[in-house]
């Protein structure tokens, strides 16, 4: 692998990947590049008051009435953050969507198991929560615990 560093007067990293994309070594820089740009605490909403919540505490995120709420072992809390925007923030923090209203925290997905209907469900490690993971989503949730985590 070659590495070339280039300055320029820019505000914003650019990273160039060139050469065979398929390669193992690919995956992994991104990984460790996501990894870097990892979010590991945000802030969540309650009754007014601004909370400081460490992401690995998240269970999953979930758009409900117009709002999202952030949802823990213990509470349900509301983000500012539109739920596409989570999704990109944190998925080099183990967050991955899997449905249209749901973000799910994959390394808190003890296992999954195929519905009749052609969807599957993600129990959680905490509280025998079980979350919906639709068809159209499945793929990526598999590929991303595979390769990411």
Same mark, same amino acid.
């Given at each position: 692998?070659?590495?070339? @560093?280039?300055?320029?007067?820019?505000?914003? @990293? =650019? +990273?160039?990947?060139?050469?065979? #994309?398929?390669?193992?070594? +690919?995956?992994? *820089?991104?990984?460790?590049?996501?990894?870097?740009?990892?979010?590991?605490?945000?802030?969540?909403?309650?009754?007014?008051?601004?909370? #400081?919540?460490?992401?690995? !505490?998240?269970?999953?995120? =979930?758009?409900?009435?117009?709002?999202?709420?952030?949802?823990?072992?213990? !509470?349900?809390?509301?983000?500012?953050?539109? #739920?596409? =925007?989570?999704? !990109?923030?944190?998925?080099?923090?183990?967050? *991955?969507? *899997?449905?249209?209203?749901?973000?799910?925290?994959?390394?808190? +997905?003890?296992?999954?198991?195929?519905?009749?209907?052609?969807?599957?469900?993600?129990?959680?490690? !905490?509280?025998?929560?079980? #979350?919906?993971?639709?068809?159209?989503?499945?793929?990526?949730?598999?590929?991303? +615990?595979?390769? =990411?985590?």
């Amino acid at each position: 692998m070659k590495l070339t @560093l280039e300055p320029q007067e820019t505000t914003e @990293l =650019e +990273v160039i990947i060139r050469g065979d #994309l398929n390669d193992p070594q +690919v995956s992994q *820089i991104i990984a460790a590049l996501n990894a870097v740009r990892a979010i590991s605490r945000l802030f969540l909403y309650r009754e007014g008051k601004a909370y #400081l919540c460490p992401v690995d !505490d998240i269970l999953y995120f =979930e758009a409900s009435g117009g709002k999202i709420f952030a949802h823990t072992a213990r !509470d349900m809390l509301e983000t500012q953050y539109k #739920l596409y =925007e989570l999704a !990109d923030m944190l998925r080099g923090s183990g967050f *991955i969507q *899997i449905n249209k209203s749901v973000i799910v925290n994959a390394h808190r +997905v003890l296992s999954v198991e195929p519905e009749f209907s052609g969807n599957y469900t993600a129990v959680l490690k !905490d509280h025998n929560i079980r #979350l919906t993971i639709s068809r159209k989503y499945f793929k990526a949730f598999r590929d991303y +615990v595979i390769k =990411e985590l």
